[in-house]
């Protein structure tokens, strides 16, 4: 009689990690070609060097994922798939929607030079109740990281809350959350038991 497995929760979170890192590659990517931009210095190799790297992390991600979807044995419910994705989104439209709103009140007000650590802010803040919804605990420490970077760079940094280098503790920040994803799926006993899902 064949025994029926239970996926657990931490399996669920692992499986998820590959297409996270991706995730996090891309936007963390975007945050250092714009620090690099912002600085003014616009040097060619830099862009480079971020692209590159980015790109190594992807291509990292992808070949993981596809030897834990090549070694799948659970299906997971395709009704409990379709709500996570569905809160999955709307945690985001509201990061976005926060994010707009924020930067225009801050603009109407004259605070314009606060625009950046806003966004951080609300970006680490939307990691909170993705950790919950993925069940993935390491959301909770770069939420803690992209808050505490929007609270205390601009109080420490000598050039105010308009100082562009914020932009390159955010994307050093997602890159090391991305290959942190990756890492831990390859310690990962036995990949056979990874459940399928598509959200991150």
């Known amino acids: 009689m064949e025994q029926t497995f239970v996926q657990p929760v931490s399996a669920q979170a692992k499986r998820r990690r590959p297409t996270g890192a991706m995730i996090f590659a891309v936007f963390g990517s975007l945050w250092l070609l714009s620090w690099n931009h912002y600085t003014g210095s616009h040097q060619t190799p830099f862009n480079v060097l971020i692209i590159a790297c980015g790109v190594a992390i992807i291509v990292w991600a992808v070949s993981i994922d596809k030897k834990v979807r090549a070694t799948l044995t659970g299906i997971q419910d395709d009704h409990e798939n379709r709500l996570t994705n569905k809160t999955y989104h709307l945690i985001n439209a509201a990061q976005w929607l926060a994010i707009f709103i924020g930067i225009n009140l801050l603009n109407k007000f004259g605070l314009a030079s606060w625009d950046l650590p806003l966004i951080v802010l609300i970006v680490g803040l939307h990691f909170f109740p993705l950790a919950r919804l993925f069940h993935q605990p390491k959301h909770y420490l770069t ?3 992209f808050v505490l970077l ?10 105010g809350p308009g ?19 990756l890492s831990e799926i390859l310690q990962t006993a036995t990949m056979k038991d990874l459940p399928h899902t598509t959200v991150i």
């Open 163 to 181: 100082d562009v280098n914020i932009c390159l503790g955010v994307g050093i920040g997602l890159w090391i959350s991305a290959l942190w994803n």
């Open 150 to 159: 929007a609270v205390l760079f601009p109080l420490c940094s000598a050039n």
């Open 143 to 145: 939420g803690v990281y």
